[in-house]
């Protein structure tokens, strides 16, 4: 099955300051890749997706990119703000029936 | 709120014990999946519905089962319990198919937390 790997597991930056995280996949054949943000005490949320056919995707300070090739995909945020402060998941999926496969996350603290 | 509701939040239990947890998937979502989520093994799918029929299992203990109800709720059930069992059980909806590609992410409900003494 699929094998998601995410680095690092916790992230300090200065507020203002970007932030990237990196995940591989296993299964070159996967072809849906999203991201949620969980805070705490909450369910994660779905912040930004990418499909096996493109190779970036932006939302305002989010932007996601994806390399097949090498089998890894990263998540960008720019302008970091204290709300930013979450863990964050990484997740890969081939087919609906076993939906998605998650990396262990990844504990983002932004620093006023 | 995500429109997936989980009931109870919380639920302190024995071990040996038997629970259910509660999920009513967001309207129009045919799937439900079912999640556990502890600290060293994250995110671990456990067992996916689709439309009342089993599609998939995951790391699901023979202990655990579920199932799906024709007004699309589901229920996880978890027997026996013992103190590895404590965690946080997600459920979650989505608008996915029941064959082909997920294009679309799921939406979360807000988690029921288990502990087991």
């Known amino acids: 099955g699929e094998n998601v790997e995410q680095h690092p597991s916790t992230l300090s930056v200065q507020e203002g300051d970007s932030a990237v995280i990196k995940c591989t996949y296993s299964d070159s054949a996967s072809n849906y890749f999203p991201w949620y943000k969980q805070e705490l005490g909450k369910g994660p949320q779905l912040i930004i997706d990418i499909r096996s056919n493109v190779g970036e995707k932006k939302d305002q300070r989010i932007a996601v990119t994806l390399n097949k090739t090498a089998k890894h995909f990263s998540l960008h945020i720019t302008e970091t703000q204290p709300e930013d402060s979450a863990v964050y998941f990484c997740?890969?999926?081939?087919?609906?029936?076993?939906?998605?496969?998650f990396g262990k996350g990844t504990h983002l603290i932004i620093q006023p | 709120d995500s429109g997936v509701t989980q009931t109870p939040k919380h639920l302190i239990t024995a071990t040996g014990q038997r629970v259910t947890l509660r999920c009513s998937p967001r309207s129009g979502d045919l799937s439900v999946y079912w999640y556990q989520q502890s600290l060293d093994q994250g995110l671990q799918f456990l067992i996916h519905?689709?439309?009342?029929?089993?599609?998939a299992k995951g790391n699901i203990l023979e202990r655990f089962s579920a199932q799906q109800f024709p007004d699309l709720h589901s229920e996880l059930n978890l027997s026996s319990l013992e103190l590895g069992d404590s965690a946080l059980y997600f459920c979650a909806s989505s608008t996915a198919r029941r064959q082909g590609p997920l294009n679309y992410g799921y939406t979360f409900g807000s988690g029921t937390r288990l502990t087991v003494v």
């Open positions: 519905y689709y439309n009342g029929e089993e599609r």
């Open positions: 997740a890969a999926s081939l087919q609906s029936a076993d939906g998605l496969t």
